[in-house]
């Protein structure tokens, strides 16, 4: 079980949007940490998508947004491609962990 | 551009000693403003964060609690790499371990960037 939870899955056809939510508590997102998405093809290592909420590194299209409110976070994704699919972990830290970084379950994002 | 990339024995007999290393090409692992991290995958299933070093001047280690009694990290700046060690490894230790980089304003704020392709350990006899 994750401290911070994600839908297992969600779906969308090609071109709309959809949006992948990411709920944390008073120990980690709600005290205040960033949130950090990375998006992970199959086979593949995961990559830096989101870091610090909001920010996208150079390179990520900007079908790609965060957004981070009280105890939550959420990525949306315009604009849906077929590559897009794959799988999406939110990632933040938790202080009553001792110091852990922890890591969503992870979402599985299919393009129908 | 900043590249890991992990090195260890694939297969690890239950209650043997893990050992992974992560050589860093493109960027010093003394940098002051990187801490370098393992963070493993189990098969089919999602990221665990193991533990994390930071090497300028002074070294901190980071350990998740989960793994604190039986994990190590270190770093060999001759060679710029660093190391994890696992012990008393079970059937559950199987996954593939990336090693990764981390950085940001602080250290609860830091994010993982770049990362290693990963490596498949199982742990079996």
């Known amino acids: 079980q994750s401290v911070l939870t994600q839908p297992p899955s969600v779906s969308g056809a090609p071109g709309q949007r959809v949006t992948i939510s990411c709920t944390g508590s008073?120990?980690?997102?709600?005290?205040?940490?960033?949130v950090h998405w990375y998006q992970q093809v199959p086979g593949t290592a995961p990559k830096l998508l989101i870091y610090?909420?909001?920010n996208r590194p150079s390179g990520v299209p900007d079908r790609f947004s965060g957004s981070k409110s009280g105890t939550s976070a959420s990525l949306a994704i315009t604009g849906l491609q077929a590559e897009d699919e794959a799988d999406y972990y939110c990632?933040?830290?938790?202080?009553?962990?001792?110091?852990?970084?922890?890591f969503g379950g992870g979402t599985k994002l299919t393009v129908l | 551009q900043m590249q890991l990339q992990e090195s260890g024995p694939g297969l690890v007999k239950p209650s043997e000693t893990l050992s992974l290393s992560c050589s860093v090409s493109?960027?010093?692992?003394?940098?002051?403003?990187?801490?370098w991290g393992w963070i493993r995958q189990p098969p089919g299933k999602g990221l665990e964060w193991i533990a994390s070093?930071?090497?300028?001047?002074?070294?901190?280690?980071y350990y998740n609690p989960s793994f604190k009694s039986r994990v190590t990290m270190s770093v060999d700046s001759s060679k710029n790499q660093f190391s994890l060690k696992l012990n008393s490894v079970t059937a559950a230790d199987t996954a593939v371990y990336y090693c990764?980089?981390?950085?940001?304003?602080?250290?609860?704020?830091?994010?993982?960037?770049?990362w290693g392709q990963g490596t498949l350990v199982t742990g079996s006899s």
């Open positions: 493109g960027g010093s692992i003394s940098s002051t403003t990187s801490y």
């Open positions: 008073s120990s980690n997102i709600g005290a205040g940490y960033d």
């Open positions: 990764a980089r981390s950085t940001g304003k602080y250290w609860g704020g830091n994010w993982f960037d770049p």
């Open positions: 070093i930071y090497y300028s001047g002074t070294t901190h280690t």
């Open positions: 610090e909420n909001t």
């Open positions: 990632q933040s830290y938790d202080t009553s962990l001792s110091g852990s970084r922890i």
